[in-house]
């Protein structure tokens, strides 16, 4: 029979860990170097840019970090602060309200144009530019742009409305908060759907053609087919669209700040945060409400993705 010093591979597994352990190459480790090199400065980017930034901004949340002069550390009061804050929860109050008025019409109407782009019927792609090009340009540029069209002299929406005969005379748009909500929420769904548009339609085009073939044998409507097909099959990519919407919704600034910026109870918790930190020079406090806002859209994320998740990840 012999014995393990007898047979030179049997005494290499037995120092190895035994029969069933498999021996570690070479080559193998040297991939696994190779490997760690190649990710290595993704990885330092992560740190310097991400994590270390984060940690520093833990510590200032922690101090009464003033924008100029010395700073004190000061624990956990500036989070304690934060829960007798009216006009800090007054600003979370808007941004709820405010995100669940244009996240469904986003959604919606990105899902129309990505279904219109899908039948590709007759001027699918010049829909598919009006509602894309926004996002191209920029929010900044789009809210400035309707700045001056929102004037209520000179502006072109008072005119196109008025040959609409909807409105009789001019209106100020920004002065007021329910039609400033308004015309800000209608710039935002114009501007964000069609992000929506493109990360659905790149779904459905994934989906095998044979289901709807299959379904048409079957006799089933357009209804029954993306209830039982489309849908299922995008829950991966609607729920990249809701979270991109939801987090930009909840990180509104910019159209705000340009078209609203003197109308007070239209403050976001960004714009909250701002003038926490450059208005009233408060910058250890405005770095707590900005970790706390950290931690809530990470929740919501995380929710999402439970909710959202196909089947085979369970």
Same mark, same amino acid.
């Given at each position: ?81 934060? &829960? ?37 019927? #007759? ?67 114009? #501007? ?106 990470? &929740?919501?994320?995380?929710?999402? #993705? ?9």
């Amino acid at each position: 029979m012999g014995t393990v010093a007898d047979k030179p591979h049997l005494a290499l597994r037995a120092r190895r860990g035994g029969p069933g352990r498999p021996v570690r190459s070479a080559q193998s480790r040297r991939a696994s170097r190779t490997g760690a090199l190649l990710v290595s400065p993704a990885v330092a980017l992560v740190v310097v840019f991400v994590l270390f930034p984060l940690g520093y901004a833990v510590y200032i949340s922690l101090t009464n970090w003033p924008l100029l002069g010395p700073y004190h550390f000061v624990g956990l009061a500036n989070y304690k602060q934060l &829960l007798h804050d009216s006009g800090f929860k007054h600003s979370v109050v808007f941004t709820l309200t405010y995100t669940a008025i244009v996240t469904p019409p986003i959604f919606i109407v990105g899902y129309g144009l990505a279904a219109l782009l899908r039948a590709n019927r #007759f001027g699918s792609k010049v829909f598919r530019t009006i509602f894309f090009l926004p996002f191209v340009v920029g929010l900044s540029t789009v809210s400035f742009m309707f700045e001056i069209e929102l004037q209520p002299n000179s502006g072109g929406v008072d005119f196109l409305l008025s040959k609409l005969g909807i409105v009789s005379d001019s209106h100020a748009w920004t002065v007021n908060q329910t039609s400033a909500l308004i015309a800000i929420s209608v710039i935002v769904v114009w #501007f964000a759907s069609g992000l929506t548009m493109l990360i659905l339609t790149g779904g459905m085009q994934s989906i095998p053609q044979e289901l709807y073939e299959a379904a048409d044998v079957d006799g089933a409507s357009w209804w029954a087919k993306e209830w039982r097909i489309t849908l299922p099959m995008l829950r991966r990519s609607i729920a990249l669209a809701l979270i991109i919407s939801i987090i930009g919704s909840f990180l509104a600034f910019n159209q705000f700040y340009i078209l609203a910026q003197n109308n007070v109870g239209l403050e976001t918790v960004v714009e909250w945060i701002y003038q926490t930190a450059f208005t009233r020079f408060q910058v250890g406090y405005a770095t707590a409400m900005a970790i706390c806002l950290v931690v809530v859209i990470a &929740l919501i994320t995380s929710a999402q #993705f439970l909710l959202l998740r196909d089947d085979t990840e369970l």
